[in-house]
Structures are given as structure tokens and as C-alpha cells.
């Protein structure tokens, strides 16, 4: 274990998406650092690994500039390849175990889970921190688990106690604090941030500051 009671999470975590936001993941990650994000996510599910490869590596060189912990959702290769600073994996990717014998100790690793069983279990998993969604209905993804509510959150948060928790999962500007305030370390936001791309410096801002 690499310390589930230790990482440091911040309250808003940024993924990217090319498709809600028009932009290269570079470009979204430039604007996010400038509104303030300190650890991003790089998601892609559509582009041909070669490309993804050639956006992470120019979106790794803008964040490390600036000090920002750029994480790779599902693709431990192009997380190595290209030097990210972890991981987010699912249920279904590589193991936790082996994502960690290949990036090594100081690597982050994240785990998504979808209910209390799956959270309790991961907790013997070398990783970081956890997530849990979906807390709300999402457009984002279409093979999603059922929908949690913030009564399924504060459950989670009750079994896993202090480990550091990400919810995820159609969480919008005016729902994020009371994710929060159930029991969340950190809110996880795609459409809320990214929908109007040439706002998103300005909402990232905005949402951090009231957090």
C-alpha cells in the first residue's frame, strides 16, 4: 500500500475530454493550470494510441512546468512512455498490482469503484486514492454503474474511512459542495468544466475559489 490516508488530494480534479471541449489535451491542460488545477487527468477513449501518445507527451511537458501532477486515465503504456505522473485505472484495466511493479513507488495510481464493496476491497490495493461514481446521472459515459446519490457517497466515505476519496460522476458547479460536504475529498469534472472551452480558466477558478 502507498499510502491511502496520505495523498493529498485537491478539491477540484479536471479531467480532459477532446470531444466535450474541441481542444487538444494540451491546450485544455494549459487553461486548467492557469485557473488554478493542481493534478489533472488525462481521458481519452476514441483517438489512435500514437496520437494520444504524441498529445500526453506535449500535455506532460506543459504541466511539469508548472509544477502539476498530470495523471493517464486506463493506459499505463502511454503513462510510461511518455513520463506522466501516474495513473487512473478501472475495474476492467490492468491490475493495480501490476500498473505499480511498471511505474514504480512514487508513481500515483487512482482506482475507480462503484459501490462500497468495491471501495472496501480496493483498500488493500497499492494505490493512492479511490474514486466513486457515478453520484449523479452522466452523459459523459455510456457504460456506467448505477447511480450512487449522496447517500451512496456517504456510505462509501463511512466504510473506507480516511483513505482519500474522488467522486466522480455528473457532478455539476452547483452540486459540488454538497459532494463535498457527504464526505468527498475532491469532486472529478468533465462536462461542468469543459463545455464552454473558452471559459474554462475562468470556471475552474471560479469553482476552486468556493471550495
Excluded at 487512473?88 to 511505474?103: F, K, S, T
Amino acid at each position: 500500500m502507498t499510502g491511502l490516508t496520505r495523498f493529498d488530494l485537491p478539491r477540484v480534479y479536471p479531467l480532459t475530454d477532446v470531444k466535450t471541449s474541441g481542444l487538444a489535451h494540451a491546450d485544455q491542460v494549459q487553461l486548467l493550470i492557469a485557473g488554478g488545477a493542481t493534478l489533472i487527468q488525462l481521458r481519452e477513449k476514441q483517438m489512435p494510441p500514437r496520437e494520444f501518445y504524441e498529445q500526453t507527451k506535449a500535455a506532460v511537458e506543459i504541466a511539469r512546468r508548472s509544477g502539476v501532477r498530470l495523471i493517464i486515465n486506463d493506459r499505463v503504456d502511454i503513462a510510461l512512455a511518455a513520463n506522466a505522473h501516474g495513473v487512473h485505472l478501472g475495474q476492467d484495466d490492468m491490475p493495480p498490482e501490476a500498473a505499480r511493479r511498471l511505474l514504480g513507488d512514487r508513481a500515483i495510481i487512482g482506482y475507480s469503484t462503484h459501490d462500497v464493496e468495491q471501495a472496501t476491497k480496493a483498500l488493500t490495493l497499492p494505490i493512492d486514492y479511490l474514486a466513486i461514481g457515478p453520484i449523479f446521472a452522466t452523459s459523459t459515459k455510456t457504460d456506467t454503474s448505477p447511480v450512487l446519490g449522496l447517500e451512496g457517497l456517504r456510505a462509501v466515505r463511512k466504510a473506507v474511512g480516511a483513505c482519500p476519496l474522488v467522486a466522480i460522476g455528473g457532478i455539476s458547479l452547483t452540486t459540488a459542495r454538497e459532494v463535498i460536504e457527504a464526505g468527498a475529498d475532491s469532486v472529478a469534472l468533465i462536462s461542468a468544466l469543459l463545455s464552454k472551452s473558452t471559459h474554462i480558466s475562468e470556471t475552474f477558478e471560479a469553482l476552486n475559489s468556493r471550495l
